[in-house]
């Protein structure tokens, strides 16, 4: 299985912050990285998938990046609604795997 | 309204068994692979179970042979079949939908999730 390690695991931020989350895959994966948000107590909701592309409704300000096994999630501004857990998901071999989770806190 | 809705957690036993529905509306079902996802008290994500437009199936070495997935798109409805259950399947088990993109599970839309918990 495609070991996706997420660092750091938690991070605290103001408004207004830029914010930038990590995703390294064990293996190569091309750009099948996902990410997703997740607020406290609802479902996990997706940002961006092919590891660039947004999903439609999703703000601008977030945007992912890849450069070989290493992915980034980022937030150019954080807003107050942005406080979350976000997770990255590998789509390039079943079984499709998660990271562990990036906690952003307010500061 | 685009939705999918759990239906059937609760509490079980260890080594029994438990069936998970999913209900959805709003999209047409029978076009979509559908999966589950679950996630433990820890917060991790686990994909348990999927199934393509076909009827093909798939799932991780953990629960193969245990748990079964199972699509009616006449009731656009989507199951999922758990036997031999322990503690370590304790989650909050999320239906959710992958697009149509050949060869990229990414899931575009989730339920609100079912709670099972296992324990005696």
Known sequence: DIQMTQSPSSLSGSVGDRVTITCRASQSISAYLNWYQQRSGKAPKLLIYAATRLQSGVPSRFSGSLSGTDFTLTISSLQPEDFATYYCQQSYSVPATFGGGTKVEIK | ?120
């Open chain 2, 1 to 120: 309204e685009v939705q999918l809705v759990e239906s059937g957690g609760g509490l079980v036993q260890p080594g029994g068994s438990l069936r998970l529905s999913c209900a959805a509306s709003g999209f047409t079902f029978n076009t979509y692979d559908m999966h589950w996802v679950r996630q433990t008290t820890g917060g991790n994500l686990e994909w348990v179970a999927g199934i393509g437009t076909a009827g093909d199936t798939y799932y991780p070495d953990s629960v193969k042979g245990r748990f079964t997935i199972s699509r009616e798109n006449a009731k656009n409805s989507l199951y999922l079949q758990m036997n031999s259950l322990s503690a370590g399947d304790t989650a909050v088990y999320y239906c959710a939908r992958v697009p149509p993109e050949i060869g990229n599970w990414y899931f575009d839309l989730w339920g609100r999730g079912a709670l099972v918990t296992v324990s005696s």
